[in-house]
């Protein structure tokens, strides 16, 4: 299967400080990717679908002035978490669909630990 | 009524037995259907997509009844290593929809 890297795999911050996470698929051009949060023992709900050259498209309850998303190259997506707060430790994943296909190949994930 | 439903078990089964798990969707517009597996702590991996003609896969197999909105997954000769939490996924072009995933244990 395709190849998507997901960096850092695992954060601890404080509190008010903001972290990011980069999403690269390394051997094919994704013009749309896909962050996720999953909660533990929960599924994934997909906050946000991040599309190549043009602003992100959000879903309902997911603050977009909080979780800032860049997709500003064919392989590389980024999440900002801004002003973290221990609500919102989780695992967040992203994904990457291959183009033509409606497959959805998944970082390793990134484990957020807000203290 | 969750876009995607499961049976989230957990189902405890012997090694060497077949397990079947399955899946609703509520969306009719879905076109894609897939099977993913998800081990502990780690990211979804796919284990096959899923088709109206059924499709297998090794000890794997998969069925839709677009008629019913419902989706299954079949294993053969359970190993070890199938402890999992698989995730029944529907969706379009858009966007896939998860599953809360129905976590397995192949016992010794």
């Known amino acids: 299967g395709a190849v998507v890297s997901q960096h850092p795999s695992w954060v601890i911050c404080k509190s008010g400080t903001s972290v990011k996470i980069e999403c690269r698929s390394l051997?094919?051009?994704?013009?749309?990717m896909f962050w996720y949060r999953q909660f533990p023992k929960q599924s994934l709900m997909l906050m946000a679908t991040s599309n190549e050259g043009s602003k992100a498209t959000y879903e309902q309850g997911v603050e977009k002035d909080k979780f800032l998303i860049n997709h500003a190259s064919l392989t590389l997506s980024t999440l900002t978490v801004t002003s973290a707060h221990p609500e919102d430790s989780s695992f967040y994943i992203c994904s990457a669909r291959v183009p033509s296909k409606n497959i959805q190949y998944f970082g390793a994930g990134t484990r957020l630990s807000v203290l | 009524r969750k876009e995607v439903e499961q049976d989230p078990g957990p189902f405890n089964v012997p090694e060497g037995a077949t397990v079947a798990f399955n899946c609703t969707y509520s969306?009719?517009?879905?076109?894609?259907f897939f099977w993913y597996r998800q081990d502990c702590r780690k990211e979804p991996k796919l284990l096959m997509s899923v088709y109206s003609s059924g499709n297998e896969d090794g000890r794997f197999t998969a069925q839709l009844n677009r008629a019913s909105q419902y989706i299954s997954l079949l294993i053969r000769d359970s190993k070890l290593s199938d402890s999992a939490t698989y995730l029944c996924v529907a969706g379009g072009a858009q966007k896939l929809v998860f599953g809360q995933g129905t976590r397995l244990t192949i016992n010794p």
């Open positions: 969306n009719s517009a879905s076109q894609s």
């Open positions: 051997d094919f051009q994704a013009t749309t």
